[in-house]
């Protein structure tokens, strides 16, 4: 069974880089046609798509934080990471990594079928 974990500080000081790490087990992220995403919730709200990463290593970003946003990952370690720079207040949330099974027909249709716990991180000096 596929499971995910996300880790990183939960705290981080406004301007600077959000880092977090998903470990994912019993699957490999470079399996053909599963993408690798991030999420986060703020307090309150719904969720947001961040971006994810393909099993090829190619990436996509919601237009909104594009330009703070970077995902990366270390196929040895079966890892994929999420920065976030610059944030502020507002990018405090739970954020979450979670698998997008396509089918082979990329998003059309899509589900994210496994899901991290999630991780609070919070922005404050």
């Known amino acids: 069974q596929v499971q995910l974990q996300e880790s990183g500080p939960g705290l981080v000081k406004p301007s600077q880089t959000l880092s977090l790490t998903c470990t994912v087990s019993g699957g490999s992220i470079t399996t053909n046609d599963y993408y690798w995403s991030w999420i986060r919730q703020p307090p309150g709200k719904g969720l947001e798509w961040i971006g994810h990463?393909?099993?090829?290593?190619?990436?996509y970003y919601s237009q909104s934080l594009k330009s703070r946003t970077s995902i990366s990952r270390d196929t040895s370690k079966n890892q994929f990471t999420l920065q976030l720079s610059s944030v502020s207040p507002e990018d405090t949330a739970v954020y979450y990594c979670?698998?997008?099974?396509?089918?082979?027909?990329?998003?059309?249709?899509?589900?994210?079928?496994?899901w991290g716990q999630g991780t609070q991180v919070t922005v404050s000096s």
């Open positions: 990463i393909t099993y090829i290593g190619v990436t």
């Open positions: 979670a698998r997008i099974s396509t089918g082979g027909r990329g998003t059309v249709g899509a589900v994210m079928d496994f």
